[in-house]
């Protein structure tokens, strides 16, 4: 499919639901989890990744994972390329919904509309406590709240936590009414994130623009292609 019928899809579409991940948020200057260099792989201690972030390091060694954090996800200067900027405008049209694996605000940053952060958000950060909600800056400089000595935390799925069911039922909705499925900067291979494509709308065309090949057993168009030249020459 050339990139004449490819816009014309998004011209007629009125449902577009992207689907993102961390491959949207690299040509921002924030390295993905997974590929080489990436935070997964750049560790050098004796434990995953993954314990740092997850739920039992928050409870049992809070300073430890406020550390790590701190050190690791935040990319407070980095800002949102056109891919962002892009899918932006379209939730602005109000033909599009975005439903996001990342973190790392920068859709926010871009002024999206009907945005679904299916992992939560970096910058939102809330006391355990009293359930209060503070001001990042105010979470770089201590881990503690000041008005009740609560430790705070940022509002992200950590390992071993549930998605927020919410979060769930309006994306599960989202791609039942979709009549376009744009994937972008994901490999679909993390559940339950992944299991999203189960509920698409059948009739619904599918889109994945990547640079190396997905592979799905329904039938989708594959553009093996940098997503910013893509979102470049899509005209919005």
């Known amino acids: 499919m050339n990139q004449d019928n490819i816009q014309e899809k998004f011209n007629n579409a009125k449902n577009i639901v992207f689907l993102t991940g961390a491959g949207i948020s690299t040509p921002s200057g924030i390295p993905d989890y997974r590929s080489k260099g990436g935070l997964y792989t750049n560790d050098k201690s004796n434990k995953p990744a993954e314990y740092y972030l997850s739920h039992d390091c928050l409870v049992n060694e809070p300073e430890v994972f406020y550390e790590y954090v701190k050190?690791?996800?935040?990319?407070?200067?980095?800002?949102?390329?056109?891919?962002?900027?892009?899918?932006?405008?379209?939730?602005?049209?109000?033909?599009?919904?975005?439903?996001?694996?990342?973190?790392?605000?920068?859709y926010e940053k871009a002024d999206a509309k009907n945005l679904n952060e299916f992992h939560g958000n970096l910058y939102h950060i809330y006391c355990q406590k009293c359930g209060k909600h503070v001001d990042y800056h105010e979470y770089m400089k201590s881990m503690y709240h000041k008005n009740c000595g609560g430790i705070l935390r940022p509002n992200i799925v950590l390992y071993g936590e549930g998605i927020n069911t919410?979060?769930?039922?309006?994306?599960?909705?989202?791609?039942?009414?979709?009549?376009l499925?744009?994937?972008?900067?994901?490999?679909?291979?993390?559940?339950?994130?992944?299991?999203?494509l189960d509920y698409r709308n059948p009739n619904a065309d599918v889109i994945a623009i990547n640079q190396e090949?997905?592979?799905?057993?329904?039938?989708?168009?594959?553009?093996?292609?940098?997503?910013?030249?893509?979102?470049?020459?899509?005209?919005?």
């Not at 056109?82 to 599009?96: D, G, S």
């Not at 919410?166 to 009549?179: A, G, I, K, P």
């Not at 291979?189 to 992944?194: L, Q, W």
């Not at 090949?213 to 919005?236: G, N, R």
């Open 181 to 196: 499925i744009v994937i972008v900067g994901t490999s679909m291979r993390v559940y339950p994130f992944a299991g999203l």
């Open 71 to 106: 050190k690791n996800m935040y990319y407070p200067d980095a800002k949102p390329n056109v891919i962002h900027e892009k899918q932006a405008e379209l939730t602005r049209q109000n033909r599009a919904s975005i439903i996001t694996q990342n973190v790392d605000n920068l």
């Open 213 to 236: 090949a997905l592979h799905f057993d329904f039938p989708f168009t594959m553009v093996k292609e940098d997503a910013v030249d893509f979102f470049d020459k899509l005209k919005v």
């Open 166 to 179: 919410q979060t769930v039922e309006n994306s599960v909705r989202l791609m039942s009414q979709s009549d």
